[in-house]
Protein backbone atom coordinates (compact mmCIF):
# COMPACT_ATOMS: atom_id res chain seq x y z
CA UNK A 1 0.00 0.00 0.00
CA UNK A 2 1.07 3.40 -0.73
CA UNK A 3 1.93 5.52 1.90
CA UNK A 4 4.56 5.68 5.01
CA UNK A 5 4.57 2.89 7.12
CA UNK A 6 6.77 2.49 10.63
CA UNK A 7 8.21 -0.66 12.10
CA UNK A 8 7.58 -2.30 14.75
CA UNK A 9 4.59 -0.57 16.18
CA UNK A 10 4.87 -1.63 19.67
CA UNK A 11 9.01 -2.34 20.81
CA UNK A 12 10.24 -3.19 24.55
CA UNK A 13 13.51 -3.60 24.92
CA UNK A 14 16.37 -2.99 27.65
CA UNK A 15 18.71 -0.94 28.81
CA UNK A 16 22.09 -0.64 26.90
CA UNK A 17 20.49 -2.70 23.59
CA UNK A 18 21.07 -1.45 20.09
CA UNK A 19 17.38 -0.59 18.85
CA UNK A 20 16.25 0.11 15.24
CA UNK A 21 12.75 1.96 14.14
CA UNK A 22 12.44 1.69 10.09
CA UNK A 23 10.45 4.00 8.56
CA UNK A 24 9.24 3.36 4.59
CA UNK A 25 6.98 5.54 2.42
CA UNK A 26 6.02 5.52 -1.03
CA UNK A 27 5.77 8.54 -2.52
CA UNK A 28 9.61 9.79 -2.81
CA UNK A 29 9.00 12.46 -0.90
CA UNK A 30 12.35 14.38 -0.44
CA UNK A 31 12.01 15.09 3.09
CA UNK A 32 11.60 12.77 5.92
CA UNK A 33 11.48 13.37 10.06
CA UNK A 34 11.53 11.74 13.00
CA UNK A 35 10.04 13.24 15.86
CA UNK A 36 9.57 11.90 19.92
CA UNK A 37 6.33 12.36 22.00
CA UNK A 38 5.82 13.15 25.56
CA UNK A 39 3.21 14.24 27.90
CA UNK A 40 4.38 17.57 28.41
CA UNK A 41 6.24 17.87 25.59
CA UNK A 42 4.57 17.69 22.55
CA UNK A 43 6.77 16.73 19.32
CA UNK A 44 9.79 17.13 19.39
CA UNK A 45 12.22 16.59 16.22
CA UNK A 46 15.11 14.43 16.66
CA UNK A 47 16.57 14.10 13.10
CA UNK A 48 15.44 15.14 9.71
CA UNK A 49 16.80 14.91 6.13
CA UNK A 50 16.26 16.76 3.08
CA UNK A 51 17.17 14.04 0.16
CA UNK A 52 19.32 10.98 0.80
CA UNK A 53 22.58 11.23 1.96
CA UNK A 54 21.93 14.26 3.76
CA UNK A 55 20.65 14.58 7.54
CA UNK A 56 20.77 16.78 10.05
CA UNK A 57 20.23 17.34 14.34
CA UNK A 58 17.09 18.31 15.38
CA UNK A 59 16.19 19.72 18.98
CA UNK A 60 16.97 16.28 20.57
CA UNK A 61 19.35 13.66 18.79
CA UNK A 62 21.54 12.69 21.55
CA UNK A 63 21.82 9.42 21.26
CA UNK A 64 20.13 8.74 18.60
CA UNK A 65 22.07 7.85 14.83
CA UNK A 66 20.39 7.95 11.03
CA UNK A 67 20.98 7.34 7.99
CA UNK A 68 19.41 7.75 4.81
CA UNK A 69 21.30 5.70 1.59
CA UNK A 70 17.87 5.40 -0.07
CA UNK A 71 15.11 8.12 -0.56
CA UNK A 72 11.98 6.17 0.57
CA UNK A 73 14.13 4.79 3.77
CA UNK A 74 14.68 6.70 6.95
CA UNK A 75 15.68 4.00 9.97
CA UNK A 76 16.16 5.45 13.40
CA UNK A 77 18.84 3.59 15.43
CA UNK A 78 19.29 4.43 19.41
CA UNK A 79 22.58 2.90 19.77
CA UNK A 80 22.84 2.06 23.51
CA UNK A 81 18.93 2.55 24.82
CA UNK A 82 18.11 4.27 27.91
CA UNK A 83 14.73 4.48 29.97
CA UNK A 84 14.69 8.21 28.83
CA UNK A 85 14.23 7.02 25.55
CA UNK A 86 11.09 5.18 26.30
CA UNK A 87 8.50 7.17 23.73
CA UNK A 88 6.25 7.43 21.20
CA UNK A 89 8.19 7.77 17.55
CA UNK A 90 6.91 9.62 14.29
CA UNK A 91 8.17 9.03 11.17
CA UNK A 92 7.14 11.83 8.72
CA UNK A 93 7.40 12.93 4.98
CA UNK A 94 6.40 15.96 2.65
CA UNK A 95 8.15 17.04 -0.75
CA UNK A 96 7.54 20.71 0.30
CA UNK A 97 7.63 21.88 -3.27
CA UNK A 98 5.42 24.44 -2.21
CA UNK A 99 4.87 26.04 0.89
CA UNK A 100 1.88 24.84 1.88
CA UNK A 101 2.43 21.13 1.94
CA UNK A 102 1.86 19.13 4.88
CA UNK A 103 3.62 16.87 6.74
CA UNK A 104 2.71 13.20 6.08
CA UNK A 105 3.17 11.10 9.30
CA UNK A 106 3.57 7.42 9.98
CA UNK A 107 1.28 5.31 12.47
CA UNK A 108 3.98 5.67 15.29
CA UNK A 109 6.40 3.07 17.21
CA UNK A 110 5.36 2.84 20.54
CA UNK A 111 8.80 2.20 22.26
CA UNK A 112 9.40 1.10 26.14
CA UNK A 113 12.98 0.40 27.08
CA UNK A 114 12.79 -1.38 30.55
CA UNK B 1 14.70 30.74 18.09
CA UNK B 2 11.96 28.95 16.22
CA UNK B 3 9.31 28.40 18.70
CA UNK B 4 5.66 27.44 19.31
CA UNK B 5 3.80 28.39 22.28
CA UNK B 6 0.17 26.50 23.39
CA UNK B 7 -0.63 27.81 26.27
CA UNK B 8 -3.95 25.63 27.39
CA UNK B 9 -2.87 22.23 28.16
CA UNK B 10 -6.71 21.19 28.46
CA UNK B 11 -10.08 22.84 27.07
CA UNK B 12 -13.70 22.40 27.72
CA UNK B 13 -16.22 22.59 24.88
CA UNK B 14 -20.43 22.10 24.79
CA UNK B 15 -21.16 20.38 21.87
CA UNK B 16 -22.72 22.22 18.88
CA UNK B 17 -20.85 25.48 20.63
CA UNK B 18 -17.63 26.79 19.27
CA UNK B 19 -14.34 26.77 20.84
CA UNK B 20 -10.88 28.70 19.91
CA UNK B 21 -7.32 26.98 20.93
CA UNK B 22 -4.69 29.36 21.13
CA UNK B 23 -0.97 28.77 19.21
CA UNK B 24 1.32 32.01 19.17
CA UNK B 25 4.64 32.00 17.49
CA UNK B 26 7.94 33.38 17.40
CA UNK B 27 10.32 33.35 14.41
CA UNK B 28 12.23 36.59 12.86
CA UNK B 29 11.43 34.81 9.50
CA UNK B 30 9.34 36.60 6.97
CA UNK B 31 8.56 33.40 5.23
CA UNK B 32 6.82 30.84 7.13
CA UNK B 33 3.76 28.18 7.25
CA UNK B 34 1.46 27.64 10.19
CA UNK B 35 -0.18 24.35 10.56
CA UNK B 36 -2.83 22.67 13.15
CA UNK B 37 -2.49 18.44 13.54
CA UNK B 38 -5.12 17.06 15.53
CA UNK B 39 -3.87 13.55 17.02
CA UNK B 40 -7.41 11.02 18.50
CA UNK B 41 -6.96 8.99 21.22
CA UNK B 42 -5.91 6.39 18.63
CA UNK B 43 -2.80 8.07 18.26
CA UNK B 44 -2.59 8.88 14.62
CA UNK B 45 -1.78 12.59 13.29
CA UNK B 46 -4.25 14.20 11.23
CA UNK B 47 -3.66 17.44 9.06
CA UNK B 48 -5.86 20.15 9.51
CA UNK B 49 -5.33 23.31 8.27
CA UNK B 50 -1.97 25.62 7.21
CA UNK B 51 -1.90 29.12 7.13
CA UNK B 52 0.96 30.98 5.21
CA UNK B 53 3.15 34.09 6.43
CA UNK B 54 2.09 36.18 3.09
CA UNK B 55 -1.51 34.88 2.89
CA UNK B 56 -3.81 37.92 3.53
CA UNK B 57 -7.28 35.48 4.14
CA UNK B 58 -7.53 33.52 7.09
CA UNK B 59 -7.38 30.02 6.26
CA UNK B 60 -10.49 27.86 6.27
CA UNK B 61 -11.03 24.02 6.14
CA UNK B 62 -15.17 23.05 6.79
CA UNK B 63 -15.35 23.51 10.38
CA UNK B 64 -11.93 24.79 11.06
CA UNK B 65 -10.92 27.82 10.45
CA UNK B 66 -7.33 29.83 11.48
CA UNK B 67 -7.49 33.25 13.01
CA UNK B 68 -3.92 34.65 12.07
CA UNK B 69 -2.73 37.62 13.32
CA UNK B 70 0.62 38.30 11.76
CA UNK B 71 1.31 41.33 14.19
CA UNK B 72 0.59 39.32 16.85
CA UNK B 73 2.46 35.90 15.78
CA UNK B 74 -0.74 34.10 16.76
CA UNK B 75 -2.41 31.38 15.12
CA UNK B 76 -5.25 30.51 16.71
CA UNK B 77 -7.61 27.19 15.59
CA UNK B 78 -11.25 27.86 15.61
CA UNK B 79 -13.95 25.22 15.70
CA UNK B 80 -17.23 25.87 14.57
CA UNK B 81 -20.25 23.67 15.75
CA UNK B 82 -18.03 21.05 17.79
CA UNK B 83 -18.81 17.18 17.77
CA UNK B 84 -18.02 14.67 20.25
CA UNK B 85 -15.27 13.30 17.70
CA UNK B 86 -13.80 16.49 18.45
CA UNK B 87 -12.14 15.39 21.61
CA UNK B 88 -8.75 15.57 21.03
CA UNK B 89 -4.98 16.35 21.18
CA UNK B 90 -4.69 19.42 18.78
CA UNK B 91 -1.43 20.63 18.07
CA UNK B 92 0.03 23.49 16.46
CA UNK B 93 3.04 23.88 14.42
CA UNK B 94 5.56 26.11 12.16
CA UNK B 95 7.88 25.49 9.33
CA UNK B 96 10.54 27.58 9.05
CA UNK B 97 13.59 27.52 6.70
CA UNK B 98 16.44 26.24 9.00
CA UNK B 99 19.41 27.30 6.30
CA UNK B 100 19.81 27.17 2.74
CA UNK B 101 17.07 25.10 1.04
CA UNK B 102 16.61 23.05 4.05
CA UNK B 103 13.18 23.37 6.15
CA UNK B 104 11.87 22.16 9.48
CA UNK B 105 8.45 21.43 11.42
CA UNK B 106 8.93 22.88 15.20
CA UNK B 107 5.50 21.42 17.22
CA UNK B 108 3.68 23.44 20.20
CA UNK B 109 3.27 21.06 23.26
CA UNK B 110 -0.35 20.61 22.29
CA UNK B 111 -4.15 21.51 23.74
CA UNK B 112 -6.25 18.53 24.82
CA UNK B 113 -10.03 19.36 23.89
CA UNK B 114 -12.57 17.41 25.52
CA UNK B 115 -16.30 17.84 23.90
CA UNK B 116 -19.28 17.42 26.64
CA UNK B 117 -22.29 16.10 25.46
Known amino acids: DAGITQSPRYKITETGRQVTLMCHQT?????MFWYRQDLGHGLRLIYY???????DKGEVPDGYVVSRSKTENFPLTLESATRSQTSVYFC?????????????FGSGTQLSVL | AQKITQTQPGMFVQEKEAVTLDCTYD???????LFWYKQPSSGEMIFLIY??????QNATEGRYSLNFQKARKSANLVISASQLGDSAMYFCAMRYNSGGSNYKLTFGKGTLLTVNP
Open chain 2, 27 to 33: TSDQSYG
Open chain 2, 51 to 56: QGSYDE
Open chain 1, 49 to 55: SAAADIT
Open chain 1, 27 to 31: WSHSY
Open chain 1, 92 to 104: ASSEWSTTNEKLF
